[in-house]
Protein backbone atom coordinates (compact mmCIF):
# COMPACT_ATOMS: atom_id res chain seq x y z
CA UNK A 1 0.00 0.00 0.00
CA UNK A 2 2.73 2.32 0.77
CA UNK A 3 4.56 1.92 -2.21
CA UNK A 4 8.67 2.06 -1.70
CA UNK A 5 11.60 2.51 -4.26
CA UNK A 6 13.73 -0.51 -3.88
CA UNK A 7 16.39 -1.93 -6.38
CA UNK A 8 15.66 -5.01 -8.19
CA UNK A 9 18.75 -6.06 -5.44
CA UNK A 10 17.07 -4.79 -2.62
CA UNK A 11 13.82 -6.67 -3.17
CA UNK A 12 15.40 -9.68 -3.50
CA UNK A 13 17.43 -9.36 -0.47
CA UNK A 14 14.69 -8.15 1.74
CA UNK A 15 13.69 -11.23 3.92
CA UNK A 16 10.12 -12.05 4.20
CA UNK A 17 8.57 -12.06 7.65
CA UNK A 18 5.36 -12.03 9.56
CA UNK A 19 5.17 -9.00 12.26
CA UNK A 20 4.09 -9.84 15.65
CA UNK A 21 2.53 -7.15 17.72
CA UNK A 22 3.23 -7.61 21.21
CA UNK A 23 1.04 -5.81 23.11
CA UNK A 24 3.25 -4.94 26.71
CA UNK A 25 2.61 -2.78 29.98
CA UNK A 26 4.37 0.62 29.19
CA UNK A 27 4.95 1.63 32.81
CA UNK A 28 5.98 -2.42 34.06
CA UNK A 29 6.62 -4.03 31.10
CA UNK A 30 6.12 -7.59 31.63
CA UNK A 31 9.51 -9.41 31.51
CA UNK A 32 8.55 -12.37 29.90
CA UNK A 33 7.56 -10.06 26.77
CA UNK A 34 10.51 -8.48 27.11
CA UNK A 35 12.72 -11.57 26.90
CA UNK A 36 11.28 -12.81 23.83
CA UNK A 37 11.93 -9.44 21.86
CA UNK A 38 15.95 -9.43 23.69
CA UNK A 39 15.95 -13.15 22.23
CA UNK A 40 15.11 -11.49 18.54
CA UNK A 41 17.55 -9.01 18.88
CA UNK A 42 20.63 -10.96 20.01
CA UNK A 43 19.30 -13.41 17.35
CA UNK A 44 20.02 -10.54 14.40
CA UNK A 45 16.39 -9.53 14.27
CA UNK A 46 14.28 -6.71 13.79
CA UNK A 47 12.26 -5.12 17.29
CA UNK A 48 10.35 -1.68 17.40
CA UNK A 49 9.82 -0.76 20.53
CA UNK A 50 8.59 2.64 22.19
CA UNK A 51 10.72 5.54 23.63
CA UNK A 52 10.00 8.10 24.95
CA UNK A 53 9.88 10.13 21.71
CA UNK A 54 9.34 8.08 18.98
CA UNK A 55 9.08 5.01 17.94
CA UNK A 56 12.40 2.98 16.99
CA UNK A 57 13.27 0.62 15.09
CA UNK A 58 16.04 -1.79 17.31
CA UNK A 59 18.63 -3.77 15.72
CA UNK A 60 21.68 -5.74 17.87
CA UNK A 61 24.36 -2.47 17.03
CA UNK A 62 27.32 -4.81 17.38
CA UNK A 63 25.58 -6.89 14.48
CA UNK A 64 26.94 -5.66 10.98
CA UNK A 65 23.96 -7.90 9.05
CA UNK A 66 21.15 -7.06 11.85
CA UNK A 67 22.21 -3.16 11.24
CA UNK A 68 21.75 -3.58 7.12
CA UNK A 69 18.93 -4.90 7.63
CA UNK A 70 17.59 -1.77 9.35
CA UNK A 71 18.49 -0.04 6.12
CA UNK A 72 16.76 -2.35 4.15
CA UNK A 73 13.30 -2.25 6.26
CA UNK A 74 13.25 1.40 6.22
CA UNK A 75 13.85 1.83 2.66
CA UNK A 76 16.96 3.92 4.16
CA UNK A 77 19.80 5.29 2.31
CA UNK A 78 22.65 3.40 4.05
CA UNK A 79 24.79 6.96 4.03
CA UNK A 80 22.29 8.12 6.81
CA UNK A 81 23.48 7.17 10.39
CA UNK A 82 21.78 5.90 13.29
CA UNK A 83 21.23 6.42 17.04
CA UNK A 84 22.91 3.76 19.41
CA UNK A 85 20.68 3.34 22.84
CA UNK A 86 22.07 2.41 25.96
CA UNK A 87 21.25 1.37 29.48
CA UNK A 88 23.88 2.56 31.84
CA UNK A 89 26.74 4.47 32.01
CA UNK A 90 28.73 1.40 32.13
CA UNK A 91 27.77 0.76 28.66
CA UNK A 92 28.92 4.02 26.81
CA UNK A 93 32.17 2.74 26.54
CA UNK A 94 31.09 -0.34 24.22
CA UNK A 95 29.88 2.80 22.03
CA UNK A 96 32.37 5.51 22.22
CA UNK A 97 35.73 6.25 23.05
CA UNK A 98 37.78 9.77 24.09
CA UNK A 99 34.41 10.07 25.61
CA UNK A 100 34.77 14.12 27.13
CA UNK A 101 34.23 15.16 30.36
CA UNK A 102 31.14 17.05 29.09
CA UNK A 103 29.35 14.48 27.84
CA UNK A 104 29.46 13.35 31.47
CA UNK A 105 28.17 16.59 32.62
CA UNK A 106 25.42 15.98 29.95
CA UNK A 107 24.55 12.81 30.94
CA UNK A 108 23.97 13.50 34.42
CA UNK A 109 21.86 15.88 33.59
CA UNK A 110 19.58 14.73 31.09
CA UNK A 111 20.04 11.05 31.11
CA UNK A 112 17.87 9.00 30.43
CA UNK A 113 15.76 11.37 28.54
CA UNK A 114 15.70 12.82 24.89
CA UNK A 115 18.76 13.87 24.42
CA UNK A 116 21.90 12.27 21.72
CA UNK A 117 25.59 12.76 21.77
CA UNK A 118 27.64 12.35 18.94
CA UNK A 119 31.03 11.31 19.79
CA UNK A 120 34.21 9.02 18.58
CA UNK A 121 32.97 5.85 17.60
CA UNK A 122 34.20 2.55 19.47
CA UNK A 123 35.60 -0.27 17.18
CA UNK A 124 32.85 -2.56 18.03
CA UNK A 125 29.98 -0.69 16.91
CA UNK A 126 29.72 -2.18 13.13
CA UNK A 127 30.50 1.16 10.75
CA UNK A 128 27.05 0.24 9.16
CA UNK A 129 25.14 2.09 12.04
CA UNK A 130 27.79 5.38 11.46
CA UNK A 131 27.39 5.52 7.89
CA UNK A 132 31.17 4.50 8.03
CA UNK A 133 31.85 7.75 9.80
CA UNK A 134 34.26 7.36 13.11
CA UNK A 135 32.18 9.55 14.99
CA UNK A 136 28.58 8.06 16.85
CA UNK A 137 25.43 9.19 17.96
CA UNK A 138 24.60 7.66 21.27
CA UNK A 139 21.52 7.97 24.01
CA UNK A 140 19.83 6.28 26.76
CA UNK A 141 16.11 6.45 26.62
CA UNK A 142 14.14 6.67 29.80
CA UNK A 143 10.60 4.53 28.68
CA UNK A 144 10.36 1.95 30.60
CA UNK A 145 10.09 -0.63 27.74
CA UNK A 146 13.11 0.77 25.89
CA UNK A 147 15.32 0.42 28.99
CA UNK A 148 14.20 -3.19 30.35
CA UNK A 149 14.47 -4.08 26.48
CA UNK A 150 18.10 -2.62 26.59
CA UNK A 151 18.74 -4.20 29.96
CA UNK A 152 17.51 -7.65 29.11
CA UNK A 153 19.31 -7.93 25.72
CA UNK A 154 22.36 -5.86 26.76
CA UNK A 155 23.84 -5.24 24.07
CA UNK A 156 24.05 -1.55 22.56
CA UNK A 157 20.81 -1.09 19.90
CA UNK A 158 21.13 0.46 16.91
CA UNK A 159 17.59 2.40 16.37
CA UNK A 160 16.45 5.00 14.08
CA UNK A 161 12.64 5.95 14.16
CA UNK A 162 10.31 2.96 12.83
CA UNK A 163 8.61 4.73 9.90
CA UNK A 164 9.53 4.17 6.00
CA UNK A 165 12.05 6.97 4.78
CA UNK A 166 11.57 10.42 4.60
CA UNK A 167 7.77 9.48 6.48
CA UNK A 168 6.65 11.22 9.61
CA UNK A 169 8.12 9.20 12.70
CA UNK A 170 5.91 6.83 15.01
CA UNK A 171 4.52 8.05 17.53
CA UNK A 172 2.12 4.65 18.04
CA UNK A 173 2.48 1.01 17.48
CA UNK A 174 -0.15 1.70 14.39
CA UNK A 175 2.01 3.72 12.69
CA UNK A 176 4.51 1.16 12.80
CA UNK A 177 2.23 -1.59 11.45
CA UNK A 178 1.34 1.12 8.97
CA UNK A 179 5.06 1.40 7.31
CA UNK A 180 6.06 -1.97 8.04
CA UNK A 181 4.35 -4.35 8.47
CA UNK A 182 5.98 -7.51 7.29
CA UNK A 183 9.37 -5.50 7.66
CA UNK A 184 10.21 -5.92 11.23
CA UNK A 185 9.64 -9.11 13.42
CA UNK A 186 8.49 -7.57 16.52
CA UNK A 187 6.38 -4.48 17.18
CA UNK A 188 6.13 -3.97 20.92
CA UNK A 189 3.12 -2.17 21.64
CA UNK A 190 3.26 0.01 24.21
CA UNK A 191 1.15 2.74 23.53
CA UNK A 192 1.27 5.84 22.46
CA UNK A 193 4.80 7.94 23.43
CA UNK A 194 5.33 11.33 25.62
CA UNK A 195 7.03 13.48 23.15
CA UNK A 196 6.28 12.68 19.80
CA UNK A 197 9.33 14.39 18.26
CA UNK A 198 12.93 12.71 18.38
CA UNK A 199 15.83 13.42 20.84
CA UNK A 200 17.99 16.61 20.10
CA UNK A 201 21.42 15.81 18.34
CA UNK A 202 24.16 17.58 19.97
CA UNK A 203 28.21 17.00 17.99
CA UNK A 204 30.46 16.62 20.83
CA UNK A 205 33.39 16.14 18.27
CA UNK A 206 33.90 19.78 16.91
CA UNK A 207 35.34 22.47 19.36
CA UNK A 208 32.50 24.06 19.87
CA UNK A 209 29.21 21.83 20.64
CA UNK A 210 26.44 22.36 17.81
CA UNK A 211 23.05 20.85 17.94
CA UNK A 212 22.65 19.13 14.49
CA UNK A 213 18.75 18.73 15.17
CA UNK A 214 16.41 20.39 17.92
CA UNK A 215 14.35 17.95 19.80
CA UNK A 216 12.84 16.78 22.68
CA UNK A 217 15.65 18.30 25.10
CA UNK A 218 15.65 22.31 24.60
CA UNK A 219 18.15 24.71 23.95
CA UNK A 220 17.66 26.63 26.21
CA UNK A 221 18.26 23.39 28.60
CA UNK A 222 21.48 23.14 27.16
CA UNK A 223 22.46 26.51 27.10
CA UNK A 224 22.89 26.11 31.27
CA UNK A 225 25.27 23.49 30.76
CA UNK A 226 27.07 24.53 27.05
CA UNK A 227 26.32 28.83 27.49
CA UNK A 228 28.24 28.80 23.81
CA UNK A 229 26.56 26.01 22.15
CA UNK A 230 25.18 26.68 18.90
CA UNK A 231 22.21 25.25 16.30
CA UNK A 232 23.40 24.63 12.86
CA UNK A 233 20.48 25.25 9.98
CA UNK A 234 21.24 21.94 7.73
CA UNK A 235 18.13 21.74 6.42
CA UNK A 236 17.81 25.08 5.10
CA UNK A 237 21.26 24.77 3.68
CA UNK A 238 21.87 21.83 1.38
CA UNK A 239 25.56 22.29 1.35
CA UNK A 240 26.29 21.77 4.81
CA UNK A 241 24.77 18.68 5.17
CA UNK A 242 26.99 17.00 3.77
CA UNK A 243 29.21 17.03 7.07
CA UNK A 244 26.00 15.31 9.01
CA UNK A 245 24.84 12.77 6.55
CA UNK A 246 21.15 12.51 5.68
CA UNK A 247 19.86 15.68 7.31
CA UNK A 248 18.09 15.75 3.75
CA UNK A 249 15.68 18.71 3.20
CA UNK A 250 12.22 16.45 2.62
CA UNK A 251 11.45 14.59 6.00
CA UNK A 252 9.30 13.86 8.12
CA UNK A 253 6.75 14.66 5.52
CA UNK A 254 3.26 13.44 4.78
CA UNK A 255 2.52 12.65 1.49
CA UNK A 256 0.61 15.94 0.57
CA UNK A 257 2.52 19.02 -0.33
CA UNK A 258 3.22 20.75 2.65
CA UNK A 259 2.89 24.76 3.21
CA UNK A 260 4.00 26.62 6.09
CA UNK A 261 2.68 29.49 6.81
CA UNK A 262 4.59 32.48 9.09
CA UNK A 263 4.26 35.89 10.63
CA UNK A 264 1.26 37.73 12.55
CA UNK A 265 -1.85 35.38 13.25
CA UNK A 266 -4.55 37.62 11.64
CA UNK A 267 -2.76 38.41 8.42
CA UNK A 268 -1.73 35.07 8.36
CA UNK A 269 -5.06 32.97 8.99
CA UNK A 270 -6.32 35.33 5.93
CA UNK A 271 -3.33 33.72 3.72
CA UNK A 272 -4.56 30.72 4.50
CA UNK A 273 -8.09 30.86 4.06
CA UNK A 274 -7.06 31.88 0.52
CA UNK A 275 -4.95 29.52 -0.29
CA UNK A 276 -7.47 26.60 0.99
CA UNK A 277 -9.56 28.29 -1.74
CA UNK A 278 -7.50 27.44 -4.57
CA UNK A 279 -7.35 24.01 -3.68
CA UNK A 280 -9.77 20.98 -4.34
CA UNK A 281 -8.94 19.06 -0.94
CA UNK A 282 -6.64 21.33 1.19
CA UNK A 283 -5.84 19.78 5.02
CA UNK A 284 -5.14 22.59 7.96
CA UNK A 285 -2.86 21.55 11.24
CA UNK A 286 -5.15 23.40 12.79
CA UNK A 287 -4.76 25.03 16.70
CA UNK A 288 -7.25 25.26 18.91
CA UNK A 289 -7.40 28.99 18.92
CA UNK A 290 -7.99 28.96 14.97
CA UNK A 291 -10.98 26.92 15.59
CA UNK A 292 -13.86 28.71 13.27
CA UNK A 293 -11.88 30.11 10.70
CA UNK A 294 -11.96 27.03 8.27
CA UNK A 295 -15.64 26.31 8.70
CA UNK A 296 -17.47 25.94 5.24
CA UNK A 297 -14.58 25.76 3.52
CA UNK A 298 -14.66 21.96 3.07
CA UNK A 299 -10.93 21.67 4.40
CA UNK A 300 -10.19 18.83 6.05
CA UNK A 301 -8.60 19.64 9.70
CA UNK A 302 -6.58 17.77 12.48
CA UNK A 303 -6.14 19.28 15.61
CA UNK A 304 -2.38 19.97 17.08
CA UNK A 305 -4.28 21.38 20.33
CA UNK A 306 -3.62 25.28 22.40
CA UNK A 307 -1.13 27.07 20.67
CA UNK A 308 0.15 27.59 23.58
CA UNK A 309 0.89 24.14 24.76
CA UNK A 310 3.81 22.56 23.00
CA UNK A 311 4.49 19.69 24.96
CA UNK A 312 0.70 19.13 22.92
CA UNK A 313 1.25 20.27 19.63
CA UNK A 314 4.71 17.93 19.52
CA UNK A 315 2.44 14.90 20.73
CA UNK A 316 -0.02 15.46 17.78
CA UNK A 317 2.47 16.26 15.36
CA UNK A 318 3.15 13.79 13.51
CA UNK A 319 0.07 11.43 14.08
CA UNK A 320 -1.99 14.53 12.70
CA UNK A 321 0.06 14.79 9.23
CA UNK A 322 -0.57 10.95 8.67
CA UNK A 323 -4.46 11.43 9.93
CA UNK A 324 -4.31 14.28 6.94
CA UNK A 325 -2.54 12.01 4.55
CA UNK A 326 -5.33 9.65 5.02
CA UNK A 327 -7.81 11.87 3.99
CA UNK A 328 -6.22 11.88 0.98
CA UNK A 329 -5.51 15.82 0.79
CA UNK A 330 -3.42 17.58 -1.56
CA UNK A 331 -1.83 20.23 0.24
CA UNK A 332 -1.73 20.53 4.05
CA UNK A 333 -1.91 24.44 5.72
CA UNK A 334 -0.09 24.96 8.96
CA UNK A 335 1.04 28.21 10.97
CA UNK A 336 4.61 28.15 12.44
CA UNK A 337 4.68 28.27 16.19
CA UNK A 338 6.99 29.98 18.29
CA UNK A 339 10.54 28.83 18.04
CA UNK A 340 11.03 28.57 22.27
CA UNK A 341 11.43 25.51 24.12
CA UNK A 342 10.04 22.31 22.31
CA UNK A 343 8.48 24.92 19.46
CA UNK A 344 11.78 24.89 18.04
CA UNK A 345 12.09 21.17 17.42
CA UNK A 346 8.62 21.21 16.26
CA UNK A 347 9.35 24.48 13.36
CA UNK A 348 12.03 21.89 12.30
CA UNK A 349 9.62 19.17 11.97
CA UNK A 350 7.54 21.38 10.04
CA UNK A 351 10.29 23.32 7.77
CA UNK A 352 11.53 19.97 6.74
CA UNK A 353 7.82 19.02 6.09
CA UNK A 354 7.35 21.85 4.08
CA UNK A 355 10.97 21.32 2.30
CA UNK A 356 12.18 24.62 3.74
CA UNK A 357 8.98 26.92 2.15
CA UNK A 358 7.96 29.16 4.04
CA UNK A 359 5.31 31.67 3.47
CA UNK A 360 4.89 34.81 5.17
CA UNK A 361 2.71 37.65 5.73
CA UNK A 362 4.68 40.40 4.44
O1 LIG B 1 14.42 10.25 19.48
C1 LIG B 1 15.18 9.72 18.69
O2 LIG B 1 16.32 10.15 18.50
C2 LIG B 1 14.69 8.47 17.92
C3 LIG B 1 14.47 7.35 18.95
C4 LIG B 1 14.09 6.06 18.28
O3 LIG B 1 15.61 7.22 19.74
N1 LIG B 1 15.63 8.10 16.92
C5 LIG B 1 15.81 8.83 15.77
O4 LIG B 1 16.72 8.26 14.89
O5 LIG B 1 15.23 9.84 15.53
P1 LIG B 1 16.86 8.72 13.38
O6 LIG B 1 17.74 7.70 12.75
O7 LIG B 1 15.53 8.88 12.77
O8 LIG B 1 17.66 10.05 13.42
C6 LIG B 1 19.04 10.04 13.76
C7 LIG B 1 19.63 11.38 13.52
C8 LIG B 1 19.79 11.66 12.05
O9 LIG B 1 19.44 13.01 11.82
C9 LIG B 1 21.27 11.42 11.80
O10 LIG B 1 21.80 12.19 10.74
C10 LIG B 1 21.90 11.82 13.13
O11 LIG B 1 20.94 11.42 14.10
N2 LIG B 1 23.14 11.10 13.35
C11 LIG B 1 23.31 9.81 13.67
N3 LIG B 1 24.61 9.49 13.76
C12 LIG B 1 25.31 10.61 13.50
C13 LIG B 1 26.69 10.93 13.45
N4 LIG B 1 27.63 10.03 13.69
N5 LIG B 1 27.04 12.21 13.16
C14 LIG B 1 26.08 13.15 12.92
N6 LIG B 1 24.76 12.91 12.96
C15 LIG B 1 24.37 11.65 13.24
MG1 LIG C 1 13.98 9.42 11.62
Same mark, same amino acid.
Given at each position: ???L???P??????????T??????????????I????Q???D???????????Y???????????V??????K????S???????????????????I????????????????????Q???????????????????M?S???????????????????????????P??????????????????????????????????????S????????????????????????????????????????????? #? +?? $? /? &? !? =????E????L? %???? *???? #? +?G $? /? &? !? =??????????? %???? *??G??????????????????????????????????????????????R???G?V????
Open positions: QHAAMTEQVTSRSIMQQLIKINPAHPESDLQIAAKILGGLVAFPTETVGLGANALDGDASRIFTAGRPSDPLIVHIHSLDQLNQVAIEPDLAYRLAEKFWSGPLTLVLRNESITPAVSAGLNTVAVRPHPIALALLRSANVPIAAPSANLFSRPSTTAQHVLEDLNDRVDIILDGGRVNIGVESTVLDLTQSIVVLRPGGTSLEALRQVIPNCVVRNTYLNAEESASSPGMLIKHYSP #R +AK $V /L &L !F =DGERSVLRM %VDEA *RRHH #R +A $V /L &L !F =DEDGEEFDGLG %VSVS *RLSESNLAEIANNLFSAMRDLDQKNVDVILVRGVKREGLGLAIWDRLLAAENIRDT
